[in-house]
Protein backbone atom coordinates (compact mmCIF):
# COMPACT_ATOMS: atom_id res chain seq x y z
CA UNK A 1 0.00 0.00 0.00
CA UNK A 2 1.37 3.29 -1.28
CA UNK A 3 2.54 6.02 2.06
CA UNK A 4 3.43 9.26 1.07
CA UNK A 5 5.10 10.92 3.78
CA UNK A 6 6.03 15.15 3.79
CA UNK A 7 8.80 16.21 6.76
CA UNK A 8 8.79 18.97 8.31
CA UNK A 9 4.67 18.85 9.05
CA UNK A 10 5.68 22.96 9.07
CA UNK A 11 8.46 25.47 8.51
CA UNK A 12 9.21 28.85 9.01
CA UNK A 13 12.00 30.54 7.15
CA UNK A 14 12.74 34.38 6.74
CA UNK A 15 12.10 36.53 3.27
CA UNK A 16 15.20 35.65 0.49
CA UNK A 17 15.96 32.18 2.14
CA UNK A 18 15.58 29.12 -0.13
CA UNK A 19 12.92 27.00 0.83
CA UNK A 20 13.53 23.14 0.20
CA UNK A 21 10.58 20.66 0.70
CA UNK A 22 10.69 17.16 1.10
CA UNK A 23 8.12 14.31 -0.33
CA UNK A 24 8.58 10.29 0.20
CA UNK A 25 6.85 7.50 -1.08
CA UNK A 26 7.21 3.70 -0.04
CA UNK A 27 6.27 1.97 -3.47
CA UNK A 28 8.59 3.61 -6.38
CA UNK A 29 6.16 1.96 -8.80
CA UNK A 30 4.37 5.80 -9.75
CA UNK A 31 3.46 7.08 -12.94
CA UNK A 32 3.91 10.92 -11.88
CA UNK A 33 4.28 12.96 -9.02
CA UNK A 34 2.53 16.30 -8.65
CA UNK A 35 3.27 19.40 -6.13
CA UNK A 36 0.31 21.33 -5.08
CA UNK A 37 -0.26 25.05 -3.22
CA UNK A 38 -3.21 24.92 -1.19
CA UNK A 39 -3.92 28.31 0.54
CA UNK A 40 -6.24 28.43 4.14
CA UNK A 41 -9.24 26.85 2.96
CA UNK A 42 -9.07 26.90 -0.53
CA UNK A 43 -9.11 24.82 -3.13
CA UNK A 44 -5.47 23.22 -4.68
CA UNK A 45 -3.15 25.22 -7.08
CA UNK A 46 -1.00 22.68 -9.48
CA UNK A 47 2.70 24.14 -9.30
CA UNK A 48 4.60 20.97 -11.35
CA UNK A 49 4.42 17.65 -12.59
CA UNK A 50 7.05 15.25 -12.79
CA UNK A 51 6.68 12.11 -14.94
CA UNK A 52 8.58 8.77 -13.82
CA UNK A 53 10.80 9.13 -16.70
CA UNK A 54 11.93 12.73 -15.23
CA UNK A 55 14.24 13.98 -13.17
CA UNK A 56 13.43 17.52 -12.85
CA UNK A 57 10.92 20.15 -13.80
CA UNK A 58 11.37 24.04 -13.44
CA UNK A 59 8.78 26.72 -13.41
CA UNK A 60 9.88 30.23 -12.28
CA UNK A 61 11.40 30.21 -8.71
CA UNK A 62 10.05 26.21 -8.43
CA UNK A 63 12.19 23.79 -9.46
CA UNK A 64 11.22 20.16 -8.59
CA UNK A 65 13.19 17.09 -8.46
CA UNK A 66 11.99 13.34 -8.65
CA UNK A 67 14.55 10.43 -7.62
CA UNK A 68 12.37 7.58 -7.93
CA UNK A 69 14.56 4.18 -7.02
CA UNK A 70 15.01 5.98 -3.49
CA UNK A 71 11.20 7.25 -3.11
CA UNK A 72 11.96 10.97 -3.31
CA UNK A 73 11.08 14.02 -4.27
CA UNK A 74 12.07 17.26 -3.54
CA UNK A 75 10.47 21.01 -3.79
CA UNK A 76 12.89 24.24 -4.29
CA UNK A 77 11.37 27.80 -3.54
CA UNK A 78 14.17 30.47 -4.76
CA UNK A 79 14.91 33.84 -3.05
CA UNK A 80 11.56 32.81 -0.96
CA UNK A 81 8.62 35.91 -0.71
CA UNK A 82 5.78 36.39 2.08
CA UNK A 83 3.41 35.21 -0.65
CA UNK A 84 4.69 32.04 -0.57
CA UNK A 85 2.87 31.17 2.65
CA UNK A 86 0.93 28.35 2.38
CA UNK A 87 0.41 24.33 2.80
CA UNK A 88 2.09 22.51 -0.15
CA UNK A 89 1.10 19.46 -0.80
CA UNK A 90 2.30 16.24 -2.80
CA UNK A 91 0.67 13.33 -4.57
CA UNK A 92 1.30 10.77 -6.77
CA UNK A 93 -0.50 8.46 -9.48
CA UNK A 94 -0.08 4.82 -9.53
CA UNK A 95 -1.06 2.55 -12.74
CA UNK A 96 -4.67 1.73 -12.43
CA UNK A 97 -5.73 4.49 -10.62
CA UNK A 98 -8.07 6.78 -13.10
CA UNK A 99 -8.60 10.09 -11.78
CA UNK A 100 -7.04 9.31 -8.24
CA UNK A 101 -3.78 11.06 -6.48
CA UNK A 102 -2.57 10.03 -3.16
CA UNK A 103 -1.72 12.72 -1.15
CA UNK A 104 0.76 13.19 1.83
CA UNK A 105 -0.31 15.01 4.53
CA UNK A 106 1.32 18.53 3.65
CA UNK A 107 4.05 20.87 4.28
CA UNK A 108 2.39 24.13 6.00
CA UNK A 109 5.08 27.20 5.06
CA UNK A 110 5.19 30.77 6.92
CA UNK A 111 8.03 33.14 5.12
CA UNK A 112 8.59 36.25 7.42
CA UNK A 113 9.13 39.71 6.40
CA UNK B 1 -10.54 29.63 -19.82
CA UNK B 2 -13.12 29.29 -16.78
CA UNK B 3 -11.53 26.98 -13.98
CA UNK B 4 -13.42 24.46 -12.33
CA UNK B 5 -16.09 25.79 -10.47
CA UNK B 6 -18.20 24.16 -7.25
CA UNK B 7 -21.14 25.12 -5.76
CA UNK B 8 -22.25 26.08 -3.28
CA UNK B 9 -19.15 27.24 -1.61
CA UNK B 10 -20.24 26.40 1.79
CA UNK B 11 -23.52 24.59 3.88
CA UNK B 12 -24.16 23.88 7.11
CA UNK B 13 -26.27 20.51 7.78
CA UNK B 14 -27.18 18.49 10.39
CA UNK B 15 -27.13 15.11 11.41
CA UNK B 16 -29.09 12.86 9.35
CA UNK B 17 -30.16 15.13 6.72
CA UNK B 18 -28.63 14.30 3.28
CA UNK B 19 -26.57 16.71 0.96
CA UNK B 20 -25.68 17.04 -2.64
CA UNK B 21 -22.71 19.28 -3.81
CA UNK B 22 -21.89 20.17 -7.41
CA UNK B 23 -18.80 20.37 -9.67
CA UNK B 24 -18.59 21.97 -12.97
CA UNK B 25 -15.22 21.23 -14.89
CA UNK B 26 -12.93 22.84 -17.20
CA UNK B 27 -14.04 23.29 -20.49
CA UNK B 28 -13.29 19.78 -22.72
CA UNK B 29 -12.64 17.99 -18.96
CA UNK B 30 -14.37 14.80 -19.10
CA UNK B 31 -12.79 13.28 -16.28
CA UNK B 32 -13.89 14.54 -12.24
CA UNK B 33 -12.62 12.92 -9.43
CA UNK B 34 -13.53 14.19 -6.29
CA UNK B 35 -11.76 14.35 -2.55
CA UNK B 36 -12.61 14.92 1.09
CA UNK B 37 -10.16 16.71 3.17
CA UNK B 38 -10.32 17.06 7.47
CA UNK B 39 -7.51 17.72 9.44
CA UNK B 40 -7.21 14.09 11.01
CA UNK B 41 -6.98 12.23 7.73
CA UNK B 42 -5.95 14.77 5.21
CA UNK B 43 -7.03 14.44 1.32
CA UNK B 44 -8.74 11.16 0.67
CA UNK B 45 -9.94 10.01 -2.67
CA UNK B 46 -13.72 9.45 -3.15
CA UNK B 47 -13.95 8.46 -6.52
CA UNK B 48 -13.71 9.38 -10.11
CA UNK B 49 -16.24 9.64 -13.18
CA UNK B 50 -15.42 9.55 -16.88
CA UNK B 51 -18.09 9.83 -19.76
CA UNK B 52 -21.42 9.49 -16.75
CA UNK B 53 -18.93 6.33 -15.48
CA UNK B 54 -17.61 5.70 -12.51
CA UNK B 55 -14.21 4.21 -12.88
CA UNK B 56 -12.67 3.96 -9.66
CA UNK B 57 -13.75 4.35 -5.82
CA UNK B 58 -12.22 5.26 -2.51
CA UNK B 59 -12.72 3.38 0.88
CA UNK B 60 -15.90 5.48 1.33
CA UNK B 61 -18.97 3.95 2.80
CA UNK B 62 -22.18 3.65 0.34
CA UNK B 63 -23.59 6.71 1.81
CA UNK B 64 -21.37 8.63 -0.19
CA UNK B 65 -22.38 8.39 -3.90
CA UNK B 66 -21.92 10.50 -6.78
CA UNK B 67 -22.96 10.72 -10.92
CA UNK B 68 -21.92 12.80 -13.82
CA UNK B 69 -24.01 13.70 -16.35
CA UNK B 70 -23.22 14.03 -20.20
CA UNK B 71 -21.90 17.34 -20.37
CA UNK B 72 -19.25 16.06 -17.47
CA UNK B 73 -20.61 18.29 -15.23
CA UNK B 74 -20.90 15.96 -11.63
CA UNK B 75 -22.49 15.98 -8.00
CA UNK B 76 -21.41 14.02 -5.13
CA UNK B 77 -24.77 13.04 -2.37
CA UNK B 78 -23.92 12.57 0.90
CA UNK B 79 -27.45 10.94 2.73
CA UNK B 80 -27.53 9.93 6.61
CA UNK B 81 -24.61 12.63 7.32
CA UNK B 82 -22.88 12.34 10.51
CA UNK B 83 -20.67 14.88 12.51
CA UNK B 84 -17.63 13.00 10.95
CA UNK B 85 -18.87 13.99 7.50
CA UNK B 86 -17.77 17.76 8.21
CA UNK B 87 -14.94 18.36 5.51
CA UNK B 88 -13.85 20.25 2.63
CA UNK B 89 -14.62 18.56 -0.83
CA UNK B 90 -12.70 18.94 -3.52
CA UNK B 91 -13.31 18.04 -6.86
CA UNK B 92 -10.26 17.92 -9.65
CA UNK B 93 -11.24 18.04 -13.58
CA UNK B 94 -8.75 16.17 -16.12
CA UNK B 95 -9.16 15.83 -19.89
CA UNK B 96 -9.20 12.16 -19.57
CA UNK B 97 -8.28 10.87 -15.97
CA UNK B 98 -5.07 9.22 -17.39
CA UNK B 99 -2.15 9.15 -15.43
CA UNK B 100 -0.16 11.62 -17.25
CA UNK B 101 -2.97 14.11 -17.41
CA UNK B 102 -2.87 16.68 -14.68
CA UNK B 103 -5.58 17.40 -12.34
CA UNK B 104 -7.10 20.69 -11.73
CA UNK B 105 -8.68 21.34 -8.83
CA UNK B 106 -11.71 23.60 -7.83
CA UNK B 107 -12.27 26.17 -4.20
CA UNK B 108 -14.14 23.49 -2.27
CA UNK B 109 -17.36 23.22 -0.74
CA UNK B 110 -17.38 23.03 3.14
CA UNK B 111 -19.51 21.45 4.59
CA UNK B 112 -20.12 21.83 8.16
CA UNK B 113 -22.82 18.79 10.27
CA UNK B 114 -24.04 19.98 13.02
Known amino acids: KQEVTQIPAALSVPEGENLVLNCSFTDSAIYNLQWFRQDPGKGLTSLLL?????REQTSGRLNASLDKSSGRSTLYIAASQPGDSATYLCAVRQADSWGKLQFGAGTQVVVTP | KAGVTQTPRYLIKTRGQQVTLSCSPISGHRSVSWYQQTPGQGLQFLFEYFSETQRNKGNFPGRFSGRQFSNSRSEMNVSTLELGDSALYLCASSLRGGVTDTQYFGPGTRLTVL
Open chain 1, 50 to 54: IQSSQ
